[in-house]
């Protein structure tokens, strides 16, 4: 069964540089995730989508943006990178907007040096 | 704001053994739903289990299996049988229908399977 594809799976970036990490939902999944995971951390919340609208925000830094495509895939749009956005970025995916189903990809890891 | 606390960062267990993870959490919600997902050394997140609030029957996959008491706030994650397999990071998370459907992490338990 096809799964939620993120890309790329790892990234290397400088300090101020800007970075987009992608996420392809499971098809006809309309709902996408993004959760952030520092080292040793719990993920975070970052921002969803339903239906190409923002769904709902969370701790997301104001230098990040997102959105969701007419074929639902997502991108997250990082810029002026800090040392701290070093994380695991997830993306998660679900059909329809009240589904407590989410299927997580495997991740983006990004490095900021 | 909902919180979510795992009271034991690291545990460890025998193969063949069964294990105990806690997991509290504090809501004034009344309809919501709770997971364990476990994370292996790969970081890949997996879905272990899930309950949802209004059940009050405790929810099972083969050798998981839940106990959610919720008078008390508690969804703690029995895994028998223990495998080498089971080791990885353990997260309970907390979901509130109409927020977006955003999942709320604990901190996470670290458990190893030994032979």
């Known amino acids: 069964a096809a799964g939620v594809i993120q890309s790329p799976r790892h990234l290397i970036k400088e300090k101020r540089e800007t970075a987009t990490l992608k996420c392809y939902p499971i098809?006809?999944?309309?709902?996408v995730y993004w959760y952030q995971q520092g080292p040793g951390q719990d993920p975070q919340f970052l921002i969803s989508?339903?239906?190409?609208?923002?769904?709902d925000k969370g701790s997301i830094p104001d230098r990040f943006s997102a959105q969701q495509f007419s074929d639902y895939h997502s991108e997250l749009n990082m810029s002026s990178l800090e040392l701290g956005d070093s994380a695991l970025y997830f993306c998660?995916?679900?059909?329809?907007?009240?589904?407590?189903?989410?299927?997580f990809g495997s991740g983006t890891q990004l490095s900021v040096l | 704001a909902q919180t979510v606390t795992q009271s034991q960062p690291e545990m460890s267990v025998q193969e063949a053994e069964t294990v105990t993870l806690s997991c509290t959490y504090d809501?004034?919600?009344?309809?919501?739903?709770l997971f364990w997902y476990k994370q292996p050394p790969s970081r890949q997140m997996i879905l272990v289990i899930r309950?949802?609030?209004?059940?009050?029957q405790n929810a099972t996959e083969n050798r998981f299996s839940v106990n959610f008491q919720k008078a008390a706030k508690s969804f703690s994650l029995k895994i028998s049988d223990s495998q080498l397999g089971d080791t990885a990071m353990y997260f309970c998370?907390?979901?509130?229908?109409?927020?977006?459907?955003?999942?709320?992490f604990g901190k996470g338990t670290s458990l190893l399977v030994t032979p």
């Open positions: 998660a995916s679900s059909r329809g907007r009240n589904n407590e189903k989410l299927f």
């Open positions: 098809p006809r999944h309309d709902t």
């Open positions: 989508f339903y239906e190409k609208m923002q769904s």
């Open positions: 809501t004034s919600e009344n309809n919501y739903y």
């Open positions: 309950q949802e609030a209004y059940k009050q």
């Open positions: 998370a907390f979901m509130k229908p109409g927020s977006g459907y955003a999942l709320n």
